[in-house]
């Protein structure tokens, strides 16, 4: 199955300051790469996604960015805020729908 | 539009009862649902695949005979852990899509305590 690593567990910035965070995964097959925020006690929410077919997408402060060959993808957060502070999972997904989640990365914003 | 509810969001129980959790999607139909559990700062980890109409199909070391899942009707799948021991406590969220896309949507969860 699909096995996807989730760099690094945790992170502090500043605010102001750029976050980043990188996943690899194991299935050439996976299509779909969401990237998810769960604040504590509560579902995950979807804050941006790429297909395959796609190098780089942006909203607004956040991108993510994949390289299929090297098969890792990354989460940029730009301009951090004290309410980007968050437990940020990446996902793989075949066409399936099955969702392989990373590790997660706990991202603390300093004022 | 793409909203999962699940119920209940909170349920303590006594070891060796079992506990019923429901998933639904509001606003679609689902031929496919997922099961997670997530422990305590750690991440979701895909429990198994319910769909519709026919047997779920379970990831690796998730007992079938132990978490019982359902899906009986295109809105509703059904989570039972059977004879709850304290290590089942835990976070268990679902989630469903719209059909055709991968967008997944998570409902709000339920945490379970064995005592």
């Known amino acids: 199955g699909e096995n996807v690593e989730q760099h690094p567990s945790t992170l502090s910035v500043q605010e102001g300051d750029s976050a980043v965070i990188k996943c690899t995964y194991s299935d050439s097959a996976s299509n779909y790469f969401p990237w998810y925020k769960q604040e504590l006690g509560k579902r995950p929410q979807l804050i941006i996604d790429?297909?395959?077919?796609?190098g780089e997408k942006k909203d607004q402060r956040i991108a993510v960015t994949l390289n299929k060959t090297a098969k890792h993808f990354s989460l940029h957060i730009t301009e951090t805020q004290p309410e980007d502070s968050a437990v940020y999972f990446c996902?793989?997904?075949?066409?399936?729908?099955?969702?392989?989640f990373g590790t997660g990365t706990s991202l603390t914003v300093i004022p | 539009g793409a909203v999962v509810s699940q119920h209940p969001s909170r349920v303590i129980c006594k070891s060796g009862t079992s506990v019923k959790i429901e998933c639904r999607s509001l606003d679609f139909q689902a031929t496919t649902m997922f099961w997670y559990r997530q422990f305590p700062k750690q991440s979701l980890m895909l429990m198994a695949t319910s769909n519709e109409g026919s047997k779920a199909t379970y990831e690796q070391g998730v007992e079938k005979d132990k978490f019982l899942i359902n899906h009986a009707s295109l809105t509703l799948s059904t989570l039972t852990v059977t004879s709850a021991h304290p290590e089942d406590s835990s976070f268990y969220i679902c989630?469903?899509?719209?059909?055709?896309?991968?967008?997944?949507?998570f409902g709000p969860g339920t945490r379970l305590t064995v005592l």
């Open positions: 790429i297909r395959s077919n796609v």
């Open positions: 996902a793989a997904s075949t066409s399936g729908n099955q969702f392989y």
């Open positions: 989630s469903a899509g719209p059909r055709a896309y991968n967008e997944q949507f």
